[in-house]
């Protein structure tokens, strides 16, 4: 089975909202002091991926960003956590590329590093959020695709595959090539790669490559355009429950409970 | 201009999402001076169709089989391409966010997510979303036709009834099967009848509850006590607490309840992005400088050991004097 994780680099997603900016003229986050991380729900794909190749030993894993040339530092933790080879589309161009053309350099990518049986994708990005990696890339490599994956597990030539859904979950049956987006699940927590591993990642090849060398050209505005990003004011003023004794603040609490609910 | 669409894929019923969605999409077609379609994806759907089509102006009822990811991107794909829609409005619902950017992709158009608001700018079509884990609220300028959006429904406004039902029709179409992937089994495992996402009082625990028997054994009663759905936060979820259907936040249950008491949550801004919508947001919690107590309406500085089952003698204790 050859196996192909997308990963993305973001802006730390667990800073405190107080030291949030954005940049009302670039519409985009401030860095500021925070760290570049991997998404999380990409490092959740390439665990999923892992486990998968524990259970069928002939797997290969690629790992592919695209992204800034600081991504290779998403790439080298991948090789950490053991993917066996990594790629980089760097950009060049702009900073937040809408979802099409995302998916459309991924496919551009995909389709020079060869074929594979299956492409990983974090069910969306702990920065922009829009969710549609999985979906567009599916559309544009034509291959079916399945969303909010927590476990895949071969069976016989086919997979088979858990996931979540409003309810509960679904089990499904897939043929390969397939594009599957995966979300959380206690059973595919990252692993922490050694920092051994770590150090010994940086001597291992990576293939960067730029988007001219894909033969892409990046069209503005082709899909959509953020025309404004700002931080919504809607602090509102906590009043907390007044008295002498807690029995008495207590009251106090259940009294603007049913307040709200006697409302309804 | 062409209709608006509103999508319907496998409704529970003529919920608060379905009429939200309905709302949606009626203020969208009064601003762009066009009908509203909705096309029904399901196997209930004459009994759904009837009701949707007091709040539309026409129904389209797809012939109905269970939802299977490729067959029904198929159908609506055709359906739409006979419609030829100025925008597609789905709901957040698990299938609706699978289809999404699929759908826009095959008509041309361009997809937004977790939409929160639409508006028409100088014809063209501004929506609005969380972003950044909802620190930051984007908008967002469509430069395809037609968008297609899944949104945040019962955030929305119900639709008003009309005075004459929409027209139902149905529309047989020729999809050929595709085997290529499968639902194979259907797991329900949401706790009660009402989905979270519907609940008007939730009570939900965080990482600070401690371990599963606390909800059992305080949060769940103080959540019967309440008429209220219990829920957790991902931290919650995530030690195994509880289960992934009942997790709240940016990657969980979007939810819009009246009334949202926080318990032992934090309120990392992951977990506000999926209560943003909530009318009314209380918290009892041991850290009087705990970010949930900013977006708090009401709110106590204490553990909820002490707390709830004195809160639940007290809530008794009204309910008996009110009746």
Redesign the interface.
Known sequence: MNILVCIKQI?D??I??RE?R?DPAK?E?ERGNANLVTNI?CENALETALQFRETLSDTKISVLSFGASTAEDSLRKALAMKADAAALVINDKTSNPD??TVAQVLAAAIRKLGSFDLIMVG??A???????TA??L??ELKM?????VDRIEPMNARLRLNR????????????TP?VVSI????HN?PRIPKVRDVMMSYRQPLTQWTLADLGYEIED????????????QK??R????TGDT??A???S??????E????? | MNDVVICLISPAGFDRAVQGLAGAGRRLAEKLDSQLTAIVLSQQSPAIAQEVATVVDKVIVVDGSEYQ??QALSALTETCRQLSPAAVVLGN??YS??????LA??LGG?????VVDITVHEQAL?VAR????G??????????TPAVLWTRSRSFGPANRLSEPGNITELSLEIPI?????????????QSEQ?L?EA??IVSGGRGIGGPEPFNDELKPLAEL??AQLAASRAAC?A?WMP??LQVG??G?KVTP??Y?AIAITG???HMAGISEAK?I???NTD?DA?I??????????DYR??VP??RQ??I??QNS?T
């Not at chain 1, 505005?221 to 990003?229: F, K, M, R, T």
């Not at chain 2, 966010?97 to 699929?102: A, G, I, L």
């Not at chain 2, 361009?110 to 977790?114: K, S």
């Not at chain 2, 620190?135 to 395809?144: F, G, N, V």
């Open positions: 802006l997603p667990e405190p909202a949030f954005v519409r986050a729900f979802p099409l069910r969306e702990g920065d922009w959020g829009a969710g549609q979906g567009l599916a559309e079916p695709c399945v969303s909010f979540q859904t409003d309810s509960g979950s679904e089990v499904l049956e897939a043929q397939l979300t959380n699940d206690e927590v505005d082709n899909y959509y355009e953020v025309v404004d990003l700002s931080i919504p602090e509102s906590c009043e907390f429950v807690l029995d603040r207590v009251e609490l259940a009294k603007r409970i049913t709200v609910t006697s409302a309804l | 990811p490729e619902d698990t966010q699978e289809v999404t950017p699929r992709y095959r361009a997809a937004v997510g977790d501004h969380q972003v950044y884990g620190k930051a609220q984007a908008t967002i300028e469509l430069k395809r595709d085997t290529r992937t499968k639902i194979v089994e259907r797991k329900r495992e949401s989905r996402e008007r009082v309440l008429g995530d195994g992934p259907t940016q990657t249950k009246d009334l008491l990392a801004s992951q009314n209380a918290a009892i009087p970010p107590f900013k977006h708090c309406r009401f709110g106590i500085v204490e002490k707390v004195l809160l007290k809530l204790a009204i009110q």
